[in-house]
T-cell receptor, first 113, second 113 residues
Framework: SQTIHQWPATLVQPVGSPLSLECTVE??????LYWYRQAAGRGLQLLFY??????ISSEVPQNLSASRPQDRQFILSSKKLLLSDSGFYLC????????????FGQGTRLTVV | GNSVTQMEGPVTLSEEAFLTINCTYT??????LFWYVQYPGEGLQLLLK?????DKGSNKGFEATYRKETTSFHLEKGSVQVSDSAVYFC????????????FGQGTELSVKP
């Protein structure tokens, strides 16, 4: 069966520090991968998606970047965090050849102080 | 463009009450529609889906019917339980651009005993 792992679960970082959140998927190959952010009291905003290794599409201009160094690994990064980067970050994957829905990780709660 | 609009929360109901959470969408083409549920501190789980007009998705007593004429996908449950307390997200899938999901802002449901 397929599983998605996201870590860390919780993170507190000072303003100006770097960020690296990692997401890996097991049990499938060549998935579409997504990073979403959920700000407090707000809905889900798609940040990045990837249809293959090294292929990243950015949805909104921001202080973050994403990379896909391996087929089932998706990394969200920042060189210098802002207070506005606080939120709940969710990684998701979808089997492009089968099924329409996306499957989500457990999320990372990021607080920038 | 593509967008999803949900009724605002929070929604507070007594146990065994009838639930409706409204969802309307704007989309080009023929999107697939989804309801996801997020329990406190967790990621999103797929609740149900519908892929074409007049399809009814159902799961765990929840139902939603894809209404093309009214561009709606309202979520209903005949008798809610305390364990249904969560945030519910309506979403549509865009067929191109990596199959990304576009979410509504979420509706928080609180069920009291």
């Amino acid at each position: 069966s397929q599983t998605i792992h996201q870590w860390p679960a919780t993170l507190v970082q000072p303003v100006g520090s770097p960020l690296s959140l990692e997401c890996t998927v097991e049990g499938t190959s060549n998935p579409n991968l997504y990073w979403y952010r959920q700000a407090a009291g707000r809905g889900l905003q798609l940040l990045f998606y990837s249809v293959g290794i090294g292929q990243i599409s950015s949805e909104v201009p921001q202080n973050l970047s994403a990379s896909r160094p391996q087929d089932r690994q998706f990394i969200l990064s920042s060189k210098k965090l802002l207070l506005s980067d606080s939120g709940f970050y969710l990684c998701a994957w979808r089997n492009r050849d089968r099924g329409l829905e996306a499957f989500f990780g457990q999320g990372t709660r990021l607080t920038v102080v | 463009g593509n967008s999803v609009t949900q009724m605002e929360g929070p929604v507070t109901l007594s146990e065994e009450a009838f639930l409706t959470i409204n969802c309307t969408y704007t989309a080009t083409g023929y999107p697939s529609l989804f309801w996801y549920v997020q329990y406190p501190g967790e990621g999103l789980q797929l609740l149900l889906k519908a892929t074409k007009a007049d399809d009814k998705g159902s799961n765990k007593g929840f139902e939603a019917t894809y209404r093309k004429e009214t561009t709606s996908f309202h979520l209903e449950k005949g008798s809610v339980q305390v364990s249904d307390s969560a945030v519910y997200f309506c979403a549509l899938r865009v067929g191109n651009q990596g199959g990304k999901l576009i979410f509504g802002q979420g509706t928080e449901l609180s069920v009291k005993p």
